[in-house]
């Protein structure tokens, strides 16, 4: 960007300013990658169900790629948001919501590890119950995902809708806190006499849960950036 471009930028004094409007911009980038990791994750956990070992390989190394990308772009949107600061007034809100994507794509990421060290030890039984929770969960975060999209770009046109999603994305979280207690029940039921087994897929879900806690930030972060606008 020139300095004449940013010399404009931080000229503006509008309560929707042309910085603001680039980092949703990027911000939005940001989520449709994690979204697109979290259908990764999806489709590695039936394939590890299945036993398609080299299938969950090669998802891996797919989610771990979105994964390098989304750090690499938000250190970008950081670098961007400090040279715009003197146009912000949330500054500090902006870099959470960074922060707590990026941590959110990083547990993705875990996950997809997890599942990937599962994949190693041979066939590795899930239950149906347990499959149906964890697909649940990843389910979940995808609409918390979409959902965070939706509020991105509600932000400047209609601030007063962010609350009503924020309760959707506040619903999932718990919906996904509840499908963690009863996979763990269902880990040591199914896992049990496995150590390895057990300690490995307890680690997955824990993962899942704490990619919800981050979204859940992201979204009550910008819930905090509507208010200002109402």
Do not use: W
């Not at 949703?24 to 489709?43: A, H, M, N, P, Y």
């Amino acid at each position: 960007m020139s300095e004449d471009a940013l010399r404009l930028e931080l000229s503006v004094g509008s309560s929707e300013s042309i910085a603001e409007s680039n980092i949703v911009e990027r911000v939005k980038s940001l989520i449709r990658d994690v979204i697109q990791g979290f259908r990764e994750v999806l489709s590695q956990l039936k394939d590890l169900s299945e036993d398609k070992v080299e299938l969950v390989k090669v998802r891996h190394e797919r989610i771990r790629s979105i994964k390098n990308n989304v750090e690499s772009n938000s250190i970008s949107v950081m670098e961007y948001i400090v040279r715009v600061s003197p146009a912000l007034i949330y500054k500090d809100i902006y870099v959470s919501i960074v922060s707590n994507i990026l941590k959110s794509v990083e547990s993705c990421e875990a996950t997809s590890y997890r599942a990937l060290a599962l994949s190693t030890k041979g066939s590795v039984e899930i239950s149906d119950m347990l499959y149906s929770l964890l697909e649940s969960m990843v389910r979940s975060s995808i609409n918390m995902l979409e959902d965070l999209d939706s509020m991105l770009t509600l932000i400047s046109v209609n601030p007063r809708k962010i609350g009503e999603i924020y309760n959707d994305v506040v619903k999932l979280e718990d919906d996904i806190d509840n499908f963690y207690r009863h996979a763990l029940i269902e880990v040591v039921k199914s896992c049990g006499s496995d150590a390895g087994t057990l300690v490995l897929m307890k680690e997955l879900i824990d993962k899942l849960e704490d990619a919800a806690d981050h979204l859940k930030d992201v979204g009550t972060n910008l819930k905090y950036l509507s208010l200002h606008r109402i």
